[in-house]
């Protein structure tokens, strides 16, 4: 995802769309939603990409959930971790404990569904990459070796 925001910044214009690379995830998918939807130069990408973002967007929570917070607990008999993360509330003054249980089956179909996704961001990147990176400055990075 970051080959893909780091090639439509600065290769495709998305300066214009922001003035700031995001760092999020949730600034990384709407950065990527609004230069599909804003750059003529990507049209050709925006079914492709805004599938893509879909799909990522439905794996956050999960991944929200694990990034975040830590494994508290295993239920032998079910089968499930428990997560449990803090968050502050919107007031900004006090922290709430969120607690999430995930069945190994569970995890183990995201699993399966981020690297298939991840797969699909790879080589939506490389097509950005090839159209727009003619000079392949980011090829080497992408592909794991280091310049």
Known sequence: MDAVVATLYHRVGGK????KIP???AGKIAFIRSCLDQLPALSSYLLDGAQLLDEVSTLRAVRHDIVHGYFSAYSDDRRAFTFVRLSLERDRTHHVVHEQIYTAEEL???GRDVGRVSSQFSKFAERLLMEFDPDDAAGPILHGNRV
Request: net charge negative; proline share 0%.
């Open 108 to 110: 183990l179909e995201v």
């Open 23 to 25: 760092l999020d995830l």
């Open 16 to 19: 214009n769309i922001s003035k």
